[in-house]
């Protein structure tokens, strides 16, 4: 086809005084190659999506917040007070000492068939001031804001296992909030020795070896539940493991305990020892509470 016939074409289907120019021509052809739409381009589409997520996370996370919040950015608590004797302190320790007992771990243990296999102790409870002020567990570490209530030790009469109830407070924290993984294991120590013990003998034991595993975060102010079961008894060594539970069955720490008793074990005073870890209570009587009042049981 030739350049005339083009021409007069062109002039055929553009109105006279609008052919284009060439720029015109150029503005077109890029325009032409701009979306239609461009709403619906997957860059927008994407980010209308994540902002939509963030959203969502975001009112989530408002009203469930993580736990790693609360550990990274725990809440100020006040220091534990400095006269157990107070009557705040004492208004604490009743407090805490109230809810121990209505724990429903403790009183499911309790109601359970078996329970006439079972007996509880208090730990401390008899043991004489002059030895208690320096004992870690029974002095330096007792009081409001720390261990403010004796543990209480449900074991079975066999003294193959036990359940252990030990209230830790915000005194106890390495970091802030988070009880110090050295106060966990030595609560551990003493709750394993205490099986292994009441297995030799002579019921006196030294710890010979303490492996703790350390599974979550324990956070500070709440109940602790350590359980305990005798392993394997071979004479005058003894192997125990246990573990340290929340109050809705978390495993916090998990450890492992070889316990001996020592050859010297008939010139030690065994019935103070006795007295320290908690002796059997008969069915019939009442428990000590931790101002030395006494809880009878139904």
């Known amino acids: 086809m030739s350049s005339a016939v083009l021409r007069h074409a062109a002039q055929k289907c553009i109105p006279r005084g609008?052919?284009?120019?060439?720029?015109?021509l150029?503005?077109?052809?890029?325009?032409?190659?701009?979306?239609?739409a461009t709403a619906k381009s997957p860059f927008l589409n994407r980010f209308l999506l994540f902002s939509l997520s963030g959203l969502t996370f975001y009112t989530v996370g408002s009203l469930y917040p993580p736990p790693l919040s609360t550990f990274l950015f725990p809440r100020p608590a006040p220091a534990p007070p400095s006269d157990p004797t107070s009557p705040t302190s004492l208004a604490l320790t009743a407090s805490i000492e109230e809810k121990l007992h209505s724990l429903p771990v403790l009183q499911s243990l309790r109601s359970q068939q078996d329970a006439d296999e079972w007996y509880e102790a208090r730990p401390y409870v008899n043991f004489?001031?002059?030895?208690?002020?320096?004992?870690?567990?029974?002095?330096?570490?007792?009081?409001?804001?720390?261990?403010?209530?004796?543990?209480?030790?449900?074991?079975?009469?066999?003294?193959?296992?036990?359940y252990v109830f030990v209230h830790v407070g915000r005194g106890l924290c390495g970091h802030d909030g988070i009880v110090h993984g050295g106060l966990l294991a030595t609560v551990l120590d003493e709750t394993l020795a205490r099986t292994a013990i009441n297995n030799f003998p002579d019921k006196v034991g030294v710890t010979a070896n303490l492996s703790v595993n350390y599974r979550a975060p324990t956070r500070a102010d709440q109940f602790l539940v350590i359980r305990t079961k005798?392993?394997?008894?071979?004479?005058?060594?003894?192997?125990?493991?246990?573990?340290?539970?929340?109050?809705?069955?978390?495993?916090?720490?998990?450890?492992?305990?070889?316990?001996?008793q020592p050859k010297y074990a008939k010139l030690l005073n065994s019935a103070m020892l006795k007295q320290a870890m908690g002796e059997p209570t008969k069915s019939s009587e009442p428990i000590l509470l931790a101002d030395g009042e006494k809880l009878k049981l139904k």
Do not use: M, W
């Open 128 to 162: 004489p001031e002059e030895r208690r002020v320096n004992n870690l567990s029974a002095g330096a570490l007792r009081g409001p804001g720390k261990l403010a209530v004796p543990p209480l030790v449900r074991a079975k009469k066999d003294e193959s296992e036990s």
């Open 230 to 260: 005798l392993e394997d008894l071979q004479g005058r060594k003894a192997r125990v493991s246990g573990r340290v539970e929340d109050l809705n069955g978390t495993i916090l720490v998990e450890a492992t305990g070889t316990f001996v």
């Open 18 to 24: 609008h052919l284009p120019t060439r720029s015109t």
């Open 26 to 36: 150029i503005s077109r052809a890029s325009y032409s190659t701009i979306p239609k």
